[in-house]
């Protein structure tokens, strides 16, 4: 069976639709000020209210006040929360979601460590490390930091795109795997035949 895939930072009806056509497990919607791919609640609860049934809709948040969580919670339809700051896991645990935490990898990184930390995560995101920044910025990690044997699922992003990720797969053999920018024609504004070729890429992985 093809892994899951998650696209990140969805701003539009027609690219979340576009994408859900292509097979599509999950929508990621980021709920951060500073990104260029923020969408507003409002906006946000709109395109999920839109989506068929067994599509899951996550949340993104990056270091963001309790409120700011609640709100979103309150008023947009979310599947999962991802966390994609430095959130202690008490935090991430008490909007009582299931939740994934990103962790921005760099060399000597504890990820074994990190994993008993987040243990009550529904799974860990590995993205690369770029200072300053938290996601879609299209840079990859050394895959080989990440250890064979762990302990909980692990989704795979950080500089995916069409023509990368079958062999990201292949050597990392994760249970999911999340794109944003390596689907984009800006940020933000996905294009389909991007996703098409990056999702044809999963499905020849063939693992």
């Known amino acids: 069976m093809t892994i899951p895939v998650k696209i990140c930072g969805i701003t539009r009806i ?4 576009a994408a859900v056509d292509l097979g599509v497990h ?10 260029p791919r923020y969408v507003a609640p409002a906006r946000a ?8 049934p067994f599509v899951s809709s996550v949340a993104l ?16 339809p979310v ?3 991802q966390f994609h700051g430095d959130e ?3 935090f991430c645990s008490a909007f009582h979601r299931p939740y994934i935490k990103a962790v ?6 504890d990820l074994l460590q990190y994993a008993q930390i987040y243990r009550a995560a529904r799974g860990l995101l590995l993205d690369a490390f770029v200072a300053g920044t938290h996601g879609g910025t299209g840079t990859m990690f050394d895959w080989s930091l990440f250890p064979n044997a762990f302990p909980l699922p692990l989704v795979l992003a950080g500089g995916l795109n069409p023509v990368n990720v079958s062999d990201a797969i292949r050597r990392v053999r994760p249970s999911a795997v999340d794109v944003s ?4 024609a800006s940020p933000g504004i996905k294009d389909a035949l991007k996703m098409a070729a990056f999702v044809q890429g999963v499905v020849d992985a063939d693992v």
Request: proline share 7%; net charge negative.
């Open 79 to 81: 599947s999962l929360l």
């Open 26 to 35: 999950a929508l990621g919607f980021v709920f951060h000020k500073k990104s």
């Open 88 to 90: 202690p896991p008490d």
């Open 104 to 109: 921005r990898v760099k060399p000597n990184m």
């Open 61 to 76: 948040f990056v270091d963001a006040d309790a409120r700011v969580v609640e709100n979103v919670l309150e008023h947009v």
């Open 14 to 17: 027609e690219d979340a639709l």
């Open 181 to 184: 920018s390596g689907v984009e």
């Open 45 to 52: 609860a709109d395109i999920i209210l839109r989506l068929p």
